[in-house]
């Protein structure tokens, strides 16, 4: 199973370009408000992933049909921000997006803000109002808010903001047509709606010269006038400003700071105050607080807090599942038990399925084949090659939509985000990047995308550092092995393993990290975690149902794409003699064969690993290209031994057996702990190289080899004391 696309047409090259008269509208909004089940909402199944041209950056984009509008509109998800001053790659897109020349950019912008936390997000809002480009207001977590007692009415937000504000629950439909219908009217509209501009800035001392350098700025390079003149009083310099305007605003900046200085410090006498005050205000202290003061002041006249409002039922519960003594423990008991239901429920459909594929699938292929008289090299490349390969990995659908369903229960009832915030304890203790843990847990799910999400870290050296860690992170790739091997050798136990296997990634990735970042990262800073957690919310069958599909999708669309080619592959392999006398093509058999010479010539360097066997290093082989090919191989290499129907299980036991010196279950582990341990797939190394540059990547990969031999012989040398 792939987990590198786990949505929809994910790996797909997404372009800004857009059909000719086309309107484009970025759906922008601070993380975890509800940005993205809107964007799914608005354009269904019609979405793509991909970078965005120029950038490292992935956007999903998609058509919106609307009805309102009455035309089709091209959105972008952007990146979840919390400023257009920006301090990662992801939100430097979002500005560079919001900021583009005057045709390039947006033409609306429809800005999710969370109801029940309105101040960061009008913060940000305040920004994309300096970009000129007309923006409408989705109301999102209004059920949230109204449970805490202040939920905006819409009108009056609405009224304070002078922009169209639209209640939506993507997760229902609702307001979805309102808000369409408010996108064409601000489409249509010459010009933004009167009584917004710099609004944040009224009556705050950057007022006048902020107007005067907007003024100035006007003209003199294609991005917004008013946003150039706010980033360059805050010290940022975009590219071709004049040196004159820069000059000009460097100056604006210092009267503020000299102003407010000499404010905050009327009546003092201390010296060293006034010398602190000089130094600790600036120009763009005095943005932030005047942004801050205006989203407090439209929160106070759009929602006013009653008075003695008491806890959310959110609030008491998040009191118990973060506390320091019972958040991990309770984390590691909801992980255990989705993969002991996922084992559980999963094995008589698992083996109802092996049988199918095995019996009347393959029987029935080889009768047809026999009956048109088909050459023996086809029957065996459909029938050992195909059918046996990619039927047994089949096998594992019900798996994986049992734990996809359990998993995205979790992830839509806001509980996720509860892990990651418990989990970010435990690394930041361990001197780990705090932040760095989102897209570790991303990694659970597919390497590749989580690769790609280093790109949330501000510094450099956190982004290399997870970069390299990220690859020891179970990917559900890797869950399929861990099952049917866990299945084989420890019964009903079978769960509890696969638990443990994914609290050794975790710890592996903790101890790689100890290691590493003292050896390449001496320099490497801490920086706090900033982390919106939603509201728990019961989860609903459509969006739970569309995200075990997406996921499912991926799945099939990898069977029969990368697991064809590599059991295609790997028969061609094994019907080629290794040596002329050692038969024809086709007719050979597996251990004289290519494939069969190589392997067993590999076998032994794992031997002191207790699975020493051609078959076990001819999985693991194809298992670099992608993990589901272990599967595949080990029921293609029985198969091709074997006459009539295959048992792969008592096949498993005889070699480990055998290999282990009647070890089976310590090898068995051993081989877990490889494949948990070594590089996930090529995919992950060319996203690795894309993201931490080929002299990291090569140095990963070895690492990762070195790692899962010695952890591997560890095991079995241990375990064997006891099995």
Sequence with gaps: MSCHATGAGAGATATAERPAGTPFVALAGNPNVGKSTLFNALTGARQRVGNWPGKTVSVAQGDWRTAGAGRPLRVADLPGSYSLLPDSPDEALVRDVLTAPEGERPDAVVFALDAANPARNLYLLSQILDTDIPVVVALTMTDVAARRGASPAPDALARELALPVVRVEGRTGTGLDQLADAVGEALDAAAPLPGRKSAWAAGSPVAAELAELAAAAS????????????????????????????????????????????????????????????????????????RYAWAHAVIERAAPRPAGARPTLTDRVDRLLLSRGFGIPFFLAVMWGVFQATTALAKPLQDGLGDFVSGPVSGGADRLLEAVRAPGWLTGLLVDGLINGVGQLL?????????????????????????????????????????????????????????????????????????????????????AVYV????????????????????????????????????????????????????????????????????????????????VASAAGVWLLMAIPAAVGHGGFGKVDVEQSVFGTVTRATAPLV?????????????????????????????????????????????LHATFEESSGGHQRAAALAFLVFILAYTPCFATLAAQRAEIGTRLTVIGFGIQLAAAWLLAVGVFQIARLVW
């Design 219 to 290: 003209g003199q390079t294609p991005h917004p006038a008013r946003w150039l003149a706010v980033s360059l009083l805050c010290g940022e310099r975009p590219p071709a400003v004049p040196a004159a305007l820069a000059e000009r605003a460097g100056a604006a900046a210092g009267r503020l700071a000299a102003a407010a200085a000499a404010a905050a410090g009327v009546g003092s006498t201390d010296a060293d105050l006034d010398a602190d005050l000089d130094a600790d205000i600036d120009a763009e202290l005095l943005v932030a607080e005047a």
């Design 395 to 479: 096998t594992f659908v019900p798996l994986m939509i049992i734990m996809f369903l359990l998993l995205a229960l979790l992830e839509d009832s806001g509980y996720f985000a509860r892990a990651a915030f418990v989990a970010d304890r435990l690394m930041r203790t361990l001197r780990l990047p705090g932040r760095a843990f989102l897209p570790l847990v991303v990694g659970f799910g597919c390497n590749v995308p989580a690769l790609a999400g280093t790109r949330i870290l501000n510094r450099r050296s956190h982004r290399l550092l997870v970069g390299l860690l990220i690859p020891y992170m179970s990917c559900t790739a890797r869950l």
């Design 484 to 563: 049917m091997i866990a299945g084989v050798f420890f019964g009903s136990n079978s769960g509890t393993v696969v638990f443990f296997l994914y609290v050794a990634s975790v710890l592996l990735v903790v101890g790689m990290g100890l290691i590493l970042r003292p050896l390449l990262f001496r320099d490497m800073k801490e920086e706090p975690l900033v982390l919106e957690l939603p509201p728990y919310r019961l989860p609903t069958l459509r969006v739970t149902g569309a995200q075990v599909w997406q996921k499912l999708a991926a799945f099939l669309r990898t069977a029969g794409g990368i697991i």
């Design 607 to 651: 031997a002191p690993a207790g699975f020493g066997d051609w078959h076990a290093t001819a999985a693991l082989g194809t298992g670099l290209i992608a993990k589901e090919g272990v599967i595949s191989t080990l029921a293609q290499t029985y198969s091709a031994e074997e006459d009539g129907d295959p048992k792969l299980t008592a096949s």
